[in-house]
C-alpha cells in the first residue's frame, strides 16, 4: 500500500509560482512512475505530469502540452518525494491537484494506470 500526501497549493497571482510536493510512503518509490493530475470544477481529471524509471538514474518526463515549457516535474527517491514546479501560471491552471503513483512502473500519462492517489491541494491563480 503506498499513502500519497500532497502540500504547497494555495492563492497566486497570473504569472507567478507554486512548487507542489508530494510525499510517499513505501519502500518501492523509485520504481514507481509518479504523476500530477488536475480538475477543475465541472471538468475531467486530467494529465499534467509523469515521471516514469527508464533504468538505472534515468527518467522519462511527459508533459501535458498546456503545461510544457511552465512546469517541471522532478524527484527526490531518497526522500520518497516528487514535486512540481509550476511558473508562468495563468488562471487557467486552476484546479485541485493531484499526485499519482503507478506501481508497475509504465510510462503512461493514462488516469486508469495509477493505482494510488493523494488527496490533493487547491491551487487557484488570480487574473
Known amino acids: 500500500q503506498v499513502q500519497l500526501v500532497e502540500s504547497g497549493g494555495g492563492l497566486v497571482q497570473a504569472g507567478g509560482s507554486l512548487k507542489l510536493s508530494c510525499a510517499a510512503s513505501g519502500r518501492t518509490f523509485a520504481s514507481y512512475t509518479m504523476g500530477w493530475f488536475r480538475q477543475a470544477p465541472g471538468k475531467e481529471r486530467e494529465f499534467v505530469a509523469a515521471?516514469?524509471?527508464?533504468?538505472?538514474?534515468?527518467?522519462?518526463?511527459d508533459y501535458a502540452a498546456s503545461v510544457k515549457g511552465r512546469f517541471t516535474i522532478s524527484r527526490d527517491d531518497a526522500k520518497n518525494t516528487v514535486y512540481l514546479q509550476m511558473n508562468s501560471l495563468k488562471p487557467e491552471d486552476t484546479a485541485v491537484y493531484y499526485c499519482?503513483?503507478?506501481?508497475?512502473?509504465?510510462?503512461?500519462?493514462?488516469?486508469?494506470?495509477?493505482?494510488?492517489w493523494g488527496q490533493g491541494t487547491q491551487v487557484t491563480v488570480s487574473s
Open positions: 499519482a503513483a503507478a506501481a508497475n512502473g509504465y510510462r503512461t500519462t493514462r488516469r486508469d494506470d495509477y493505482h494510488y
Open positions: 515521471l516514469s524509471w527508464s533504468g538505472g538514474s534515468t527518467y522519462y518526463a
